[in-house]
């Protein structure tokens, strides 16, 4: 079973609001990634939160981690229309060890 | 850098034939891993290779072999290909050296394979 699970599913909103995804998980973990997938593309890497963090930012992201509820958000602030695509949260039990993907959410941000 | 790279895009298969895809990565990562992708879900874990020389067992792995043939280069392999293979695989590396960047994975752009 995947060891991630985002939701919302789907999520819609306007150019200018903020936007977030949750991502739940079931065992300890040494980090969680998020990755950002465009539609026909591979995915892409934005952001690790190790198991020891609380909060990260990179831009217009900001990710946390609760690992007492083992759980993650991601929060892209002042979308925009090109934010549109699937998130995808990763987890790492060990730090060498391979990576479980959750199913993801669909972010469609309207101009 | 061309980063990780995948051979063929696009394949249509028949039921019971065998190919293989190609994944290639020119940034002397140590890990490499080959995904599945159905529609609207996440990625599962076909098989992996945590350093050259040596393979393991991902998720999803029956139906499938793979090779890493060198450092640079891992390939899957469908031998007799069942339409429940129908899919998209996508090629992934990591680096695994520690560091800032060293869990970050890098995709390939995937192959698109139906089997008939």
């Known amino acids: 079973s995947q060891q991630g699970e985002e939701d919302p599913q789907a999520l819609s909103i306007q150019e200018g609001e903020n936007a977030t995804m949750n991502c739940s998980y079931k065992?300890?973990?040494?980090?969680l990634q998020w990755y950002r997938q465009n539609s026909g593309r591979g995915l892409v890497h934005l952001i690790l939160?190790?198991?020891?963090?609380r909060e990260k930012h990179s831009g217009r992201l900001r990710v946390t981690l609760d690992t007492s509820k083992k759980s993650s958000s991601l929060l892209i602030t002042a979308s925009r229309a090109a934010d549109t695509a699937s998130y995808f949260c990763a987890t790492q039990v060990t730090n060498a060890g391979k990576s479980t993907f959750g199913d993801g959410t669909t972010l469609t941000v309207k101009p | 850098n061309a980063g990780v790279t995948q051979t063929p895009k696009f394949q249509v298969l028949k039921t019971g034939q065998s190919m293989t895809l190609q994944c290639a990565q020119d940034m002397n990562h140590n890990s490499m891993y080959w995904y599945r992708q159905d529609p609207g879900m996440g990625l599962r874990l076909i098989y992996y290779s945590a350093s050259e020389g040596t393979t393991d067992k991902g998720e999803v792995p029956n139906g499938y072999n793979v090779s890493r043939l060198n450092k640079r280069e891992f390939s899957l392999r469908l031998e007799s290909a069942a339409p429940s293979q129908t899919s998209v695989y996508f090629c992934?590396?990591?680096?695994?050296?520690?560091?800032?960047?060293?869990?970050?994975?890098?995709f390939g752009p995937g192959t698109r394979l139906t089997v008939l």
């Open positions: 992934a590396s990591r680096s695994g050296q520690g560091g800032l960047h060293g869990n970050e994975q890098f």
């Open positions: 939160i190790r198991s020891n963090e």
């Open positions: 065992t300890s973990i040494n980090n």
